[in-house]
Each structure stands twice: as C-alpha cells, then as structure tokens.
C-alpha cells in the first residue's frame, strides 16, 4: 500500500502538494517546504468518505501560549514530566523543536507504543492521538492540531519563517531546562541535534494507545446513527435558511449556564457550524456577542479577543474532523437550569420556586439553618432525556410509555457544592476547559427517605459508574438500582440545583495554613482541623468563606486538637519553668525554636519560601523520642494523638502521604538508620527525596487519577511535602543536602543530670502548659502580617551572618542554608518570648534571653560541630575518602605516593591522577556496599572543575606527566582542602 503526504512551499496560503511518502525526506531537503503534514495517509477517497482513509507517523504534540513564551516554556517542561511520572517514558526517544515563534512541537515515534506499526497504517489515528494527549493535558498543549481527513500541516525544521526565525530540533537537556532567553537565542539560526535513542516499546504508552483506539473505534461505529439524528434536527432549518432560535441566543452569549465552560461552548458551536457548512467568517461575526458577554478570569479565554481565536481555532478544527458530529444533548447541558430547547426537541420542565417561609425537612445540624439557605428550585426533570426525574419520593427511571421504574427510594435534597480550594496546585483536571472556574470535588446533599433522613457527602467520583453510587448509598443504608447513564442524570438534576448556590469550599490539610481566598484573591491564615471550622471574621466580611477541612484520598491521621487546650495562665507557670530545663540549653534552644516557628511554616514557605527540618540524633537512652514527643504538646493537646512513625516499618508512599497532610503539625519519623535501609535502596532514596523536597515545601509525589465517565477523564493527584518534618536517628544523617536543610541537634545522656531529669518527668507527666501555650500560638496566627515576618527573619539573617568565620578568601565558612535555619529557631524563640512576656511579664525573661542569647553567633561547640559537618561537600567527602585510600597498603584500591599522587616538596600542594584516584574510589565503594557521590568519572571531572580547592586543572609540569601522559591530572591546595573539612594525603 502507498503512502502520501501534502506539502506547501511558501505558507499556509499556497496549494497543497500531494508526494508519496517514500520521497518525504527528499522532498524536504530540496524544496524546503515551509510545512508538511504531520501524518502520512493512504489516499483522497474520491466519495469523500474519510473512514476508508489509513495514517501512519509519530505521536505528535504542539504547545501555543499565544506569545506569553514564559508560560508555553513552562508548560512544555511539566509536560515532559508529566510523560516520565506517569508512563515512565524515556525521553531520549522523543525529538523536540523550538517551533520558531512561541511554541514547541514534540514527537514519539510510533515503535515506542506499537511493536511493530503496521505497514497498513491505521484508521481514525489523530483522533487516536488527540485521545492520548487529552490524558496527559497541560495548560498551552493544543488539541486543535488533531485534525483528520488530509491531516495537520506540521512547520519544516531549519526553513526560515515569515518572522526572520527557524523551527529548530532541541536536545534533551534543553528541552528540560528551556526558558524565554535560551528559546530565542536558538531560534536565530537552524542548528542540528543529536539523533533521538533508538525507541523501545514503552508498556504504559502502549496501553495508552490501545484504549484510545477502542474508544475512537467506538465512537465511530454509531455515528451513521449520529448524522441521520442530527439531520431529523437541522435539516428542517436547513430547508428554512434559518437557524434554532437556541443556537442563535448561545452565539449572542445568551441563555448559558454560569458553569458552562469557553471551551465546550465553542467545541458545541463550532460542531453546529461544521453540520450546517456555516462559513467561518459568518461564525465569527454571528459569535460577537459571545466574545463580548462570556465572563471568565482563566488566562486562556480571559478577553474578548483570546475567545474569538479559540472560536476560529475550533472552527478550522472541525472543519477538518470526521470524529464530532451534531447532538443535542451537550447542546443543552451547557443551557442556564430551567431554560428550554423545543427547536431543538429538547424541553426542560421547572417546578416552582418555594416560598420563602417554608422550611426544609429535619436534619442533622449540618446546614446553617438561616433564611439564605433554604432547599434551591431542584429541577426534577432537568435529566428526563436520559428517562430520570426525581419526585419526593424519590428517584424514578422513565421505561415507556407511562411506566416508571424506581432507582432510590430516598430524594436528594438541598445540595451544596464543594469546591476544592488548593485545586490548582493539588489536583489537575486534564480534559476540561480552564477557564478560572473552580473545579467541584464533590456534592453534600439531605438523604430523605424511608428510615433515613440525614446529610451525606458525595464526591464526584461517585457519578462515574452505577456501582460507585451504588456502593457509597449502601454504606449509609440505601439501595440503588440505576444504571451508568441514569446515574449521569441524576448527577445532572443535582448538579442544574446547585449552580443556584454558594459553594462550601474545602482544604486537604490540617493545622494553620496560607490560602488564597478565592474570591478576593487575599492571602489569610486558616485553622482546620477535623472538627467544624470558625471563619475569625464575620459574615459580609469581604474574607469571610464557608470552609471545611476535606482530604483528597487519605484521611490525614494527625487529628489536631491544639485548639481544645485549655487557656495560658498563671496554673502553668512551674510547667513553663521546667520546660526551661529539661535537657542541655543549646538543645532546648534549637528544638523549642523549631516547633514554635513549625506553626507558622505555611507563612515562612509563602514568603520566604523554606523552613528546615529538625534531625535530633544521639545515642540509645539519649532521650531523642521522649523529648520530641514531650515538644510536641505544643501541637497536640491530647497526648494520645502525638503519632511517632517508624521510617523502617512505613512505606515511601505512607509517609509522602503524610508529609502531604499537614500545614503546621509536625511528621515525626523515628528509627532514621540508611545503613539498615540499605537493603531497600530504593526506600531510602524516596525518604531522602522527602527530606530535601520538604524543606522548600515542594512536590514529592503524583499519581494518577481517572474519571470514566462521558465529560471527565484523566487528572493528576500531586503530594506536597507540607507538614513540618523532624526526625531522630543514632548517628546524625551525613548526606550533605540533608543536612545543610536541617536544624541538627545532638542529644547525649551525658545531658540528663538529676534536676532536668526531675523537670522532665514533672512536665511529661502533665504537660498541659506546653498545649495551652501551642493554642496560642494558633490564635495569633490570624494578627499575622506576612511581610513583617519575612523581614523580621531577614534581619535575623543578616545578624547572624555577620557572626560567621570567614575562609582565607573572604566567603562565608557556613552556608546561606545553615545561617537561614538558625535565624528561624531564633525567630520561633522571639516569638515564644513575646507570647510569655504578653501573659506573665519578666517571669521567663532571663531564661528566654539565655536561649535567644545561645542562638544568636555561631560561637558553641555543639553547633559548630554538626554545621562542619554540613558544611562538607560531596566532593570534599570523596577527597578525604581518597586520602584515606592513600593510608591504605596492598589493596586493590590503594592510592600509592609517587605513582598516583604526589605531594610538592612544600608540602603545599598535591598533584592527583583523577582517573586513577575516581577508580580507586569506585573499587572501594563497591567493597563496602556504599554508593558512590559521582555516577561517573565524567561528572567526577566537572564538579572538580569549578572545585575551590583546584589551583591547576591541567598540571603540565606535574612528574607523573612521564607516565599519564594523555591522564587528567589536578593540582589541589593542601590548605585550602584543610579550610574546607578534608582529610589530607598522607607525605
């Protein structure tokens, strides 16, 4: 069978070109053509009918932000992200292109999800393809580009464009790391990459490709059925030259539904126009007041212009698809509740709105029971086209004629729409439009009927499938006997209900958080626990919000209560006291710091975006877990709810998901040991990744999420590492990025004299003071203003660096990272001391001022000690490992003097042969079941490149250039390696 392909010379106004495909390649070396189709496909079909048509070619995606560079640049990173997380794709075999304006293309080639394509070629394959990219949707990713029949012209690489620039080929760390400055500069000229990696079939991608097939393949076996429903409708107008009075209020941006997003709006209308051959300029113009009158604060469809584009976008989509076809029903889902359709054979019946003095039914105190809150018009029928309505009775299925069937005895009453605050950053939804309209989580609703009569929550999910709904009413007693689509039409009866109401906005975590508020936009503080939550401001107030604490998928196991503790006074003086003394005060100093600033860590990520972790390690007995457990009463009010986790008996996944839970109370981790975890390298790598994401509170996980009904698909579930993070091992951690992130804290039982002992016991025993001070501290939280924090914290930073030791070349001999953990103890220390002093005066001054006093320099012994060891570099790590090496004799890693290192007669400097030294090492870490800090000699030699302790990176006078002539060899500083932490060669 031949293939063939279209191609245009100068532009997208000349002729298309039909070639075969085996001259594809030449064609576009010599005649540089300005595009090609994307596609091959295996022929015209001279009836027009496009089904007989075969394609064949790689899976292909485009990006446009419509000039906003910084947005498609970023959009186009998480999407190769989203690639590797969710079908664990090798993007070596992909080929990217900076498409010369302000966007990208990308290809995979079809060996990577078929094992071996067809020579046939395969039938409806951009519907196949656009099916793919629906499920791994980012914003800026055009789904416009999926156009059957002749196929999608695709720009040709290296062929100067109308703008002066080139559509070039990217590599993959480009593709990885591109920005605006680095996209324009490779645009100026055509350039050539390396070849992609060979493909491998990716299983993932593979599967992908097959469900999409099935459903595309699905849709189209009925659209025969389709076209002669549609024409029952429009063919009538069509004979009159007129068009359904419905279709003319929507293009006039009349008669739409609040909730109907831009997308759908112009996906439905633009199908109309493609039905009835509506040309695209008339569309346009009859599209005017739709542009004008849709309201949206999404970026994409945000002004009258941008909707426009998108309407011209989808026309010349449609115009070119064989997949859509004219139906009724998503016309009028995107109608107001209540608005009817007869020109379209499509009636909506209304009940009448009930008086405001009558009262709902019963309950169980979960609505607010004022006058604003009464049960809103439910229209019963709004679903009839799907043989559902709802009576008082219940929900009933229409089977013919007269007779009904019952789905549920129990009605539906006073829903409330929830919607997911953090939505943006926690839960992407990947198909739908994004036009700035919160996405609803799930719907609570008053459950009325025989034997029940109370308040249930239904999450969306629960409308995907009969069985879903079916399972969640069973746990509360009801039977359900509907099937998928009368589920769908119950979903929308509730839903043509709800869009009448305020929504009850939700929050994954617990304990204080920063939110956006989502109607004024202000950043506020917010408490939530699992007990109903108070807005501090009033109703009327521009802040004021319904909100409630509602996890995703886990139900968070902290159980905050800090604010049932009983109010700071005088009772808790002694408590106070003995808090003041129950360990060594540099320790005490360090910890207390860090879980009273541990409340505020929302606010500290918001502005100044990090806070540390506290490592508390020691010797067995040392009293780490007691102690952290005592500290945490300042979170906790009822001890049995301060929950310790064991890093060897949890999973990765247990603890991101509990890292991801809360905003303020803090993960406690215990039995921290890498070498017992080495047996799970893997484990232990997921745990340190926690670590180090924690500290500036970003990503730590995402997993997939799937929608399988008609109007939702794929979405992505991204963890957070939010909560506060301490953990407590023997040895302290020496991993350099974990500790440089970390308050690090040794305790030792040399500590534990007799009269901390004794405070200690008399404050485990009721430490009730510690709650009472935690429950104030949550109630300042609402007086909090973020810009005097940060600066407060800024100023810190600054005192403190004034007090750090500096090397021989005036830099700093602790890092930023470490100088910033320490002016965050100090400031949940001063915090501390103004709450204390606000309630008893000078009672705690001294003490306070001792421990403030102790975190103020970096002059204790304690803290220098864990700060050198965090200040230790990898590749200061690996070149005392090396000298080390040089001390050894007669094994197959030793380092032997003169042959392959030397020391100058100066004892100044030593000339190392690296590859000799990086093999040694490699030889070592291998025997001792260690992993090396450098995967390779060739990263070995770059980091040593910019390696401070380098004074020679080429050593041509070096005497072992007698026997490594062509070897790398480098000269280092004795002194300097001494200033950095290294051990030194032995002479």
């Not at 007041?289 to 011209?312: A, F, I, M, N, Q």
Request: glycine fraction near 6%; include cysteine.
């Amino acid at each position: 069978m031949s293939f063939y392909f279209y191609y245009q010379r100068d532009g997208k106004e000349s002729a298309w070109e039909l070639a075969l495909s085996k001259d594809r390649d030449k064609i576009i070396r010599e005649v540089k053509p300005a595009f090609h189709t994307a596609l091959d496909l295996s022929g015209v079909p001279d009836d027009g009918d496009w089904s007989k048509t075969r394609y064949t070619g790689p899976l292909y995606f485009d990006f446009d932000a419509d000039g906003d560079l910084e947005l498609v640049c970023e959009q186009f990173r998480n999407f190769l992200g989203k690639l590797v997380a969710e079908y664990n794709f090798d993007v070596t075999q992909a080929r990217f292109f900076a498409s010369g304006s302000k966007g990208f293309h990308l290809e995979i080639p079809m060996e990577v999800f078929i094992a071996k394509p067809s020579p046939q070629g395969y039938p409806w394959l951009p519907y196949i393809y656009r099916d793919i990219a629906q499920k791994v949707m980012v914003d800026t990713l055009d789904l416009n580009v999926y156009t059957g029949k002749r196929g999608r012209q695709w720009r040709t690489t290296n062929v100067r464009r109308e703008n002066g620039k080139y559509k070039v080929p990217l590599s993959v760390e480009e593709a990885l790391s591109i920005d605006p400055d680095l996209y324009r500069e490779l645009i100026c000229a055509p350039r050539e990459v390396e070849e992609p990696s060979p493909p491998v079939i990716n299983p993932q991608m593979a599967m992908a490709f097959d469900q999409a097939k099935v459903a595309v393949a699905a849709s189209m076996r009925h659209k025969k059925k389709r076209i002669e429903k549609a024409n029952k409708i429009l063919d009538p107008w069509r004979k009159a030259k007129r068009h359904p009075p419905t279709i003319e209020k929507m293009m006039a941006g009349e008669g739409l539904s609040r909730n109907a997003g831009f997308q759908n709006i112009a996906l439905q209308l633009s199908i109309y126009a493609a039905s009835v051959g509506m040309p695209e300029d008339e569309f346009i113009q009859r599209c005017q007041g739709l542009c004008v009158k849709h309201v949206s604060d999404g970026w994409r469809y945000g002004t009258p212009e941008r909707r426009e584009t998108e309407l011209r976008r989808m026309w010349q989509y449609m115009a070119e698809n064989s997949l859509y076809d004219f139906e009724v029903g998503p016309i009028v889902r995107l109608l107001a509740p209540g608005a009817s359709a007869p020109d379209l054979g499509e009636l909506r019946e209304t009940t009448e709105e009930p008086e405001a003095s009558e009262t709902s039914e019963g309950g169980d105190g979960d609505g607010d029971g004022d006058g604003e809150d009464k049960d809103p018009v439910i229209d019963h029928h709004a679903s009839f086209r799907r043989g559902v309505f709802m009576t008082p009775d219940g929900v009933f299925a229409k089977v013919g004629g007269e007779e009904v069937r019952s789905l549920c005895r129990c009605s539906f009453s006073q829903p409330e729409i929830f919607q997911n605050i953090d939505g943006k950053s926690t839960v992407e939804e990947l198909n739908n439009t994004d036009d700035g309209v919160p996405k609803a989580s799930g719907v609570r609703v008053h459950l009325v009927g025989p034997g029940t009569n109370r308040r249930i929550f239904i999450p969306m999910e629960a409308f995907n499938s009969s069985q879903r709904l079916r399972q969640l009413l069973t746990t509360h007693l009801v039977p359900y006997q509907g099937n998928d689509p009368e589920t769908v039409g119950l979903m929308d009866i509730l839903m043509s209900a709800v869009t009448r109401r305020d929504p009850v906005y939700t929050f994954p975590r617990e304990g204080l958080s920063v939110i956006t508020h989502p109607v004024t936009g202000s950043k506020i503080y917010v408490y939530l626990t699992q007990d109903p939550y108070k807005c501090p401001v009033e109703p009327g107030h521009p802040n004021f919000l319904h909100l409630e604490y509602r996890p995703e998928s886990v139900t968070s196991s902290y159980r905050i209560d800090i604010h049932k503790a009983p109010k700071l006074g005088p009772k808790h003086v002694q408590g106070l006291h003995d808090l003041m003394n129950i360990n060594h005060p540099g320790a005490l100093a360090d910890m207390i710091g860090w879980f009273v600033a541990a409340h505020y860590r929302s606010a500290y990520l918001h502005t100044l975006r990090q806070f540390p972790l506290l490592q508390v390690y020691g010797e067995a007995g040392s009293g780490k877990t007691q102690t952290v457990q005592l500290l945490a009463h300042l979170h906790w009010y009822d001890p049995d709810r301060v929950s310790v986790k064991s890093c060897l008996s949890s999973t990765p996944f247990a603890l991101e998901v509990q890292a991801s839970t809360s905003a303020s109370a803090p993960l406690i981790l215990d039995e921290y040991k890498p070498r017992e975890l080495k047996s799970d390298m893997r484990k232990l790598a997921k745990i340190r990744d926690l670590f180090k994401m924690s500290y500036n509170g970003n990503e730590i996980a995402e997993k997939g999420h799937v929608n399988k009904n008609a109007e939702t698909s794929l979405g992505v579930v991204k963890m957070k590492a939010t909560a506060p993070i301490v953990f407590m091992c023997e040895a302290a951690e020496l991993e350099t990025a974990i500790l440089e992130r970390s308050v690090v804290v040794p305790l030792s039982q040399a500590y534990q004299t007799r009269d901390r002992t004794d405070a200690f016991m008399r404050l485990q025993s009721d430490p009730e003071p510690l709650s009472a001070v935690g429950r104030v501290l949550v109630d300042l939280a609402t007086l909090l203003n973020f810009d005097s924090l940060a600066s407060e914290v800024r100023q810190i930073d600054r005192e403190l660096a004034d007090t750090v030791p500096r090397d021989t070349k005036g830099q700093l001999m602790l890092g930023r990272r470490q100088i910033f953990n320490r002016a965050i103890v100090q400031h949940g220390l001063r915090t501390l001391a103004l709450v204390l002093e606000a309630h008893f005066g000078d009672e705690f001054k001294e003490e306070l001022d001792h421990l403030i006093t102790l975190r103020s320099s970096f002059d204790d012994l304690d803290f220098r000690v864990s700060a050198r060891a965090g200040a230790v570099s990898e590749l200061t790590k690996v070149m005392s490992r090396l000298a080390g090496l040089s001390r050894t004799r007669n094994m197959p890693y030793s380092l032997v003097i003169r042959s392959d290192y030397i020391v100058d007669v100066d004892e100044q400097t030593v000339d190392v042969r690296i590859e000799r030294a990086y093999d040694a090492y490699r030889l070592y870490c291998n025997s001792m079941g260690d992993v090396p800090l450098f995967d390779s000699l060739e990263s070995f030699v770059n980091a040593l490149r910019v390696y401070s302790a380098v004074v020679d990176q080429s050593c041509t006078d070096s005497p072992m250039r007698n026997k490594a002539p062509d070897e790398v060899i480098m000269r280092f500083s004795i002194s300097r390696l001494r200033e950095l932490g290294a051990n030194i060669f032995s002479f």
